[in-house]
């Protein structure tokens, strides 16, 4: 069964690395690279699959804000 989810990755410039989270899971991961985010974050998802069969899955929606700089 394949499993897909919606993931947020922002880079942590602070930090020096990249991070992830899945809304629908409420979980998120971290890695120096994007690929090792990914790995890290489908390794996160199993753990959290096996501990719970019935991972819960929440609701969420995904929009975007727009607006004229400066008001109006």
Do not use: Q
């Not at 947020?8 to 690395?17: A, C, H, R, V």
């Not at 899971?25 to 489908?42: H, I, W, Y």
């Not at 998802?45 to 008001?71: H, Q, R, W, Y």
């Amino acid at each position: 069964m394949l499993n897909k989810y919606f993931v947020l990755i922002e880079k942590d410039f602070g930090e020096n690395n990249v991070v992830a989270y899945v809304p629908e899971l409420r979980l998120s991961a971290v890695g120096d690279t994007e690929e090792e985010l990914m790995e890290n974050l489908k390794d996160t998802i199993k753990m959290a699959e096996e501990a719970n069969e019935d991972l819960p899955k929440f609701e969420f929606s995904v929009s975007t804000v727009a607006f004229m700089k400066g008001g109006v």
